[in-house]
Structures are given as structure tokens and as C-alpha cells.
């Protein structure tokens, strides 16, 4: 098929509208069987859930060209795992997770033409997301939902590609404990932007949150997990039941482990610790890893020896080793890749 026109190399991380979309209705307690439509418009009753008491959960993942020409998608299986753990919590009806790895190949088969070409630097960002409909004045669930997918093409997260990032511990806290950090609600993106906006006024390009209750361990960022590295060359990050399981994170440790022979740890980070670590990188589908050279507390710099030029030999080399796995350059470990 042939691509669309557009500037790969130049595109930034935001919205182009694309061809098609994936929809699916919930009523009387059931799912329709759901459908492609050419119609990117919403449109919703004023007193509609996700209006009035932000009932909406998402998903991100991505679609790649690989060298020999064919369009593959990362590990769909975990996200429409992780988007049934946000419907349970959130107290909306899971959308079947065979359906949801259904729903994404068939949006992206009919976007084809805008996943970005091998080698561009872009690639097909596709975002399943699910929100309640029906009027809801008291506060409750609704009773009627909507499941959706786009797609648009995207290129690096933050502005410079993989130059090193500032970043800085927030005032600001992400997640309560036992609260819905874990899960991928949009109310979590929502109470983030003034923390975000913040951060960028004041020079950086990031928040890095610590834990609500202590504020002594590291947690993430407003959209990646982080990734350090030790000085003997050990891979070590946060765990804690109030950051979001990356899918990104996840296979890291499983690359870094498996394929590339590192030591790992995940385990609780002390903010305290940060100072000794030798690189830091940050991880997710739309940061890929991005590298850290720099965290700002309260005026006090760590700088981290991997430096502000260019990212660490360690996180270089799973850097190399995801995308090589996700665009079919290396060989994945079995069911990481789905063939569109
Ligand atoms: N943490 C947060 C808060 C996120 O929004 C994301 C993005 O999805 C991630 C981490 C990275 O998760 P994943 O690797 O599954 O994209
Ligand atoms: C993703 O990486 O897919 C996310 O959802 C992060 C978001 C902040 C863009």
C-alpha cells in the first residue's frame, strides 16, 4: 500500500487524523459487535459519565514498519490486559481482551498507508480508550460505554529525540497509596497537568514524582517508568503498587535479563540512592527510553556521569535491543510480535 505524504522525519508527538477508527457500544450489559467508521466526532449526551465524573480509562501502544516492509505491533496482548485491570477499577465493563488485540489490528490494517516508513524515526502511535455515556447526575457508574481506537502518526516524545533530559522532583504527588496509580485513568493525566505545566515553566522536561507518603522513593514520571543503572553496570528500577506496569519496563528486564545477560533489580528506589546511579533513562511506548542526564531537586543538581550529550552505553544497548526487537530487526521472544 502505498504511505501517505507526510513528513516522517519532522513529525512531533501529536494528533493527525487518520482514515478509520474502531468503535464499539456497550447497552443492556452487553457489547455490540463494533465497527470501523470514517467519522472522528464523539458525540455525547452533556451529562454523559465521562462528562461529569472523568469515567474514561486508555491504553498506547504502537505499530512499527519493519526493514522487509511488513507492520507489526508490540506485545497488544499486555495492553489489553492492563485495560481490563482499569475497567475493574474504575467500574466499567471489560472490553474482551481477544476483541481489544481484534479491534487494534483492524484499525491499523485500515490506516496502513500512515505507519510510518522503516528507518523514518515515526511510528503508528494507535490509542484504545473506553469512557461512559449515558447521563449520570449522582455520583455512579454509568451503564453505557463506548470503546474506541485511533491512530496517528508520531514522532519522539519530547522535542530533541533522545538528547539526555532535565528533570525535577516534583512538590507535586501522582499517585495516592492504594489510590489508582497503577491503572490507566485518564483522572491521572488530568491532575498531572498542572505538575507538568509546571515543570516547564520552571525549565524542565519532566517530573520526577516520588511516593505520597513517605517522599523518600522514587515513583515515575507523569507518562514513563524509570530505568537506572549502577555503576558496576546493574539495571535497577522503582517497584511500587502506585506506578503504572509498563509494558515498555516489563520487557526490558525480560531483554536485559534473558537476552542481554545484565543483573536486574526491581525493587523500592530511595530518592537518596539516585546520586550514585551511573545513567537513568526513562520508559514507555511513546518515550521508547528516553535518557536522563540531569534531576533537579530544589536547586540541588544531580548530574549523572552518562552526561547531557548522549545517552549511556547501558541504555543505549536496551535501546538498541527493544527497537531492534520491535522492528523486526532482532529476532523477539515469542508472542511479542503481532503481524497486521
Ligand atoms: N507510566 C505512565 C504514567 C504512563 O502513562 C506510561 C505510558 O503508557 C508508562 C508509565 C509506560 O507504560 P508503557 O510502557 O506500557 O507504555
Ligand atoms: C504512552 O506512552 O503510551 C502513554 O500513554 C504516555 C502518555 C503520557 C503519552
Request: a negative charge; one cysteine or more.
Given at each position: ?7 516522517w ?8 487524523e487518520?482514515?478509520?477508527r ?31 465524573y472523568?469515567?474514561t480509562?486508555f491504553?498506547?501502544?504502537?505499530a ?6 511488513r507492520?507489526?505491533?508490540f506485545?497488544p496482548?499486555l ?8 475497567a ?10 481477544k476483541?481489544?488485540?481484534?479491534a ?47 491512530t ?5 516524545y ?8 532535565t528533570?525535577?522532583?516534583?512538590d ?5 497509596p ?29 517530573n ?7 517522599r ?6 507523569g ?8 555503576k ?13 506496569p ?21 525493587r ?7 546520586k550514585?546511579f ?17 534531576v ?15 545517552m549511556g ?8 535491543t527493544?527497537?531492534?526487537?520491535q522492528?523486526g530487526?532482532?529476532?523477539?521472544p ?7
Amino acid at each position: 500500500m502505498e504511505k501517505k505524504n507526510i513528513d516522517w522525519e519532522n513529525l512531533g508527538f501529536s494528533y493527525m487524523e487518520t482514515e478509520k477508527r474502531y468503535v464499539s457500544h456497550f447497552k443492556d450489559g452487553a457489547w455490540d459487535e463494533g465497527a470501523l467508521t470514517g467519522d472522528a466526532t464523539v458525540a455525547l449526551n452533556e451529562c454523559a459519565g465521562v462528562l461529569q465524573y472523568a469515567q474514561t480509562i486508555f491504553e498506547g501502544l504502537k505499530a512499527y514498519t519493519t526493514e522487509d516492509g511488513r507492520t507489526v505491533t508490540f506485545r497488544p496482548d499486555l495492553n489489553a490486559a492492563r485495560m481490563a485491570d482499569s475497567a475493574v477499577r474504575l467500574e466499567m465493563p471489560v472490553f474482551p481482551e481477544k476483541r481489544f488485540v481484534e479491534a487494534v489490528v483492524q484499525t491499523v490494517a485500515a490506516n496502513r498507508a500512515y505507519v510510518p516508513p522503516f528507518g523514518s524515526g515515526a511510528t503508528l502511535y494507535i490509542r484504545p480508550y473506553m469512557f461512559g455515556t449515558n447521563p449520570v447526575i449522582g455520583v455512579k457508574p454509568a451503564d453505557e460505554f463506548q470503546f474506541r481506537v485511533f491512530t496517528t502518526p508520531v514522532g519522539p516524545y519530547f522535542k530533541g529525540g533522545v538528547k539526555p533530559l532535565t528533570i525535577c522532583v516534583s512538590d507535586f504527588d501522582r499517585a495516592a497509596p492504594h489510590g489508582t496509580g497503577h491503572i490507566k485513568a485518564g483522572l491521572n493525566y488530568a491532575m498531572s497537568l498542572y505538575a507538568i505545566q509546571t515543570a516547564h515553566r520552571n525549565g524542565f522536561d519532566e517530573n520526577m514524582y516520588l511516593d505520597a507518603a513517605t517522599r523518600t522513593k522514587v515513583e515515575e514520571t507523569g507518562g514513563a517508568n524509570f530505568l537506572f543503572v549502577t555503576k558496576d553496570g546493574k539495571v535497577v528500577t522503582p517497584k511500587s503498587d502506585s506506578i503504572l506496569p509498563s509494558i515498555t519496563r516489563r520487557s526490558l528486564v525480560y531483554v536485559a535479563k534473558e537476552c542481554l545477560g545484565m543483573e536486574v533489580e526491581e525493587r523500592e528506589v530511595l530518592f537518596e540512592e539516585v546520586k550514585d546511579f551511573a545513567e537513568c533513562g526513562l520508559c514507555g511506548t511513546a518515550a521508547v527510553i528516553s535518557p536522563v542526564g540531569k534531576v533537579v531537586d530544589h536547586g540541588k543538581e544531580i548530574c549523572f556521569p552518562s552526561g547531557m550529550s548522549d545517552m549511556g552505553p547501558v541504555t543505549k544497548r536496551l535501546y538498541e535491543t527493544l527497537t531492534g526487537i520491535q522492528m523486526g530487526k532482532l529476532e523477539a521472544p515469542e508472542g511479542w510480535i503481532v503481524e497486521i
